[in-house]
């Protein structure tokens, strides 16, 4: 299993606080990713890196931010929770071309806005 | 841009019968090709995947998929499913030199005895 640790796994925050999702992984691989689920959408990405301090944003990144100042660390932060980003969140890696373009995911962060 | 559409979102079949769930997937330049798996309250965990080669690719869990690029299609198929089979599948592209994933909605196969 790729080795990728995401935290907290399970937590419900209050409507306009902010909530801040850790992703840490042991691969040391270039590629970081933030997608969320949800049913009838599938995966969506909300915001990628490519490298330390390199971040673009995905198809759905209203309300979320990001930031990765270590290889192993990237953090998805939503400024303001809302109901509508109750969700379950997962984090990805990949090494890119050079390990099969295959991108690896963590076991999910489920998160409830009330 | 890219799509990718999975028409069944639920598969129902018995054990020991094959099963066949489809992708299809729109995009204007050449993609990478994936299925996924995902047990309930897990992550997804890779089944196989296309990046170039013999268009017959044979993943894990006796699982494969054959590429169809006249037909942009990426079916995936068991011949003999059981029932730690159940669960949600997602097919995925990765454009060319992108590094990211677009994913379809994905299909429940559900598995009964």
């Known amino acids: 299993d790729a080795g990728i640790t995401q935290s907290p796994r399970h937590k419900v925050t209050e409507t306009g606080t902010p909530v801040t999702l850790r992703c840490h992984q042991t691969?040391?691989?270039?590629?970081m990713y933030w997608y969320r689920q949800d049913p009838g959408h599938g995966l969506r990405l909300i915001h990628y890196?490519?490298?330390?301090?390199?971040?673009d944003k995905g198809e759905v990144s209203d309300g979320y931010s990001v930031s990765r100042s270590k290889t192993e660390d990237f953090l998805l932060t939503l400024e303001s929770a809302t109901s509508s980003q109750t969700s379950v969140y997962f984090c990805?890696?990949?090494?890119?071309?050079?390990?099969?373009?295959?991108?690896?995911f963590g076991e999910g962060s489920w998160l409830t806005v009330v | 841009a890219q799509s990718v559409t999975q028409l069944d979102s639920q598969v129902p079949v018995f054990e020991e019968a094959p099963v066949e769930l489809r992708c299809n997937y729109s995009?204007?330049?050449?993609?990478?090709l994936f299925w996924y798996v995902q047990y309930p309250n897990q992550g997804l965990q890779l089944l196989l995947k296309?990046?170039?080669?013999?268009?017959l690719v044979k993943g894990i869990n006796g699982f494969e998929a054959e590429f169809n690029k006249s037909q942009t299609s990426f079916h995936l198929r068991k011949p003999s499913v059981h029932i730690s089979d159940t669960a949600e599948y997602f097919c995925?592209?990765?454009?060319?030199?992108?590094?990211?994933?677009?994913f379809g909605t994905g299909t429940r196969l559900q598995v009964f005895p």
């Open positions: 691969e040391n691989h270039r590629y």
């Open positions: 995009s204007s330049v050449s993609v990478y």
């Open positions: 890196s490519y490298g330390v301090k390199d971040t």
């Open positions: 990805a890696i990949s090494g890119g071309a050079g390990y099969g373009n295959t991108i690896y």
């Open positions: 296309y990046l170039s080669g013999s268009t």
């Open positions: 995925a592209v990765s454009p060319y030199n992108t590094d990211k994933l677009i």
